[in-house]
């Protein structure tokens, strides 16, 4: 059964860093892309940063310079480590395979 679970999200004042994990199981996660998609109400749905299995990194303009991607093939985890945070950065991020299996989310809201 796949699994992917979020964690790091919070409120963060503008300028701030939040580091976001995704823990992921029940499939062999070095042989997958796994992307970050953030959702907010009033843009829909946002591709932020993908991660290829050989470690290949690709990123929105909108993020590109402050946001980084990561994996741990041997932990089984994603990260997205986020600086210089904006309130238009303010959604609920998602761990995704591409075309298959979404996580539940974690909130990220920047706002003083």
């Known amino acids: 059964q796949v699994r992917l679970v979020e964690s790091g999200g919070g409120l963060v004042q503008p300028g701030g860093s939040l580091r976001l994990s995704c823990a992921a199981s029940?499939?062999?996660?070095?042989?997958?892309?796994i992307d970050w998609v953030r959702q907010t109400p009033g843009k829909g749905l946002e591709w932020v940063s993908s991660?290829?299995?050989?470690?290949?990194?690709t990123y929105a303009t909108s993020v590109k310079g402050r946001f980084t991607i990561s994996r741990d093939n041997a932990k089984n985890v994603l990260y997205l480590q986020m600086n210089t945070l904006k309130p238009e950065d303010t959604a609920l991020y998602y761990c995704?395979?591409?075309?298959?299996?979404w996580g539940q989310g974690t909130q990220v809201t920047v706002s003083s």
């Open positions: 995704v395979i591409p075309l298959s299996y």
């Open positions: 029940g499939f062999t996660f070095s042989n997958y892309y």
């Open positions: 991660t290829a299995p050989g470690g290949d990194t």
